[in-house]
């Protein structure tokens, strides 16, 4: 049974999307980020970085507890353990990876740093918010020119690289990242797709109620942007 610690962003998304992909029994586990949960000791233990999401396999690699922190490992974790989403050809398997990889190294963190200038800084930087906004578009090139020539991020095949991608590329967070997704169509016409799997639609609704945009109470800034955040 798999532990899943979670809050509905677009990294726990991933996750969540992934459970109900390979359908493996789960337990949630909320990790309220906007009421500082994520510093609670006992979660640090099992994700260092105090961020979700990550997971406990109760029965693990030799049968024992094992845990998972950064979306990327959970996900090939739970596609190996289930030998799905993961190609079992080598040059398949690393095309996914490279997706990933991209998804990981760039996607994230620039959409995010572009989300904080454009949503959640206090002050308005607007070199900051040309930087990673420019960036972001950049980033969006990328991936069009890629499904311009493949149906999904890796290739025929629906992958993890698609799992991590798509909760990053949501109509929300085109919102949210000032991204006009009718220059980029063939990430909207691979989003569209991604967006109608059952497993997805399940997936984005865990604790969808619970989900935040706008502008967070002190308190809530204070825990995921703010002093909280350097004090360990
Ligand atoms: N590289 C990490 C990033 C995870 C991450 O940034 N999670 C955010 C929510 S999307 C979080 O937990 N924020 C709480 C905090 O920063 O304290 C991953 O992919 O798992």
């Not at 930087?131 to 890796?154: C, F, I, K, P």
């Not at 016409?189 to 997936?203: H, I, K, L, S």
Request: one cysteine or more; hydrophobic letters at 40%.
């Amino acid at each position: 049974m798999i532990r899943h610690y979670y809050w509905p962003t677009p990294n726990g998304h991933k996750t969540a999307i992934m459970l109900e992909e390979v359908e493996l029994e789960y337990e949630l586990h909320p990790v309220n980020i906007l009421e500082g949960e994520q510093f609670d000791p006992s979660f640090v233990a099992i994700s260092p970085n105090n961020r979700i999401p990550a997971i406990v396999d109760t029965e693990g690699p030799d049968g024992e507890p094992y845990a998972v922190f950064e979306s990327g490992a959970i996900l090939m974790y739970l596609a190996e353990k289930t030998c799905k989403l993961w190609p079992t050809d080598m040059a398949e398997r690393y095309h996914v990876l490279q997706w990933l990889m991209f998804q990981m190294g760039n996607v994230g963190p620039m959409f995010g740093q572009n989300g904080y200038f454009q949503g959640y800084c206090p002050e308005d930087v607007p070199l900051a918010k040309e930087r990673y906004h420019n960036m972001s578009e950049q980033l969006y090139g990328v991936l069009d020119r890629r499904l311009a020539e493949t149906e999904y991020l890796a290739g025929a095949a629906y992958s993890i690289a698609d799992v991590a991608t798509f909760p990053w590329t949501m109509p929300r967070q085109q919102e949210m990242h000032r991204i006009d997704i009718s220059q980029f169509p063939n990430v909207r016409r691979w989003n569209e797709t991604v967006a109608a799997r059952p497993a997805v639609q399940r997936g984005i609704a865990v604790l969808a109620e619970d989900m935040k945009v706008g502008n967070p109470t002190e308190e809530a800034y204070d825990n995921m942007f703010g002093s909280r955040q350097f004090e360990h």
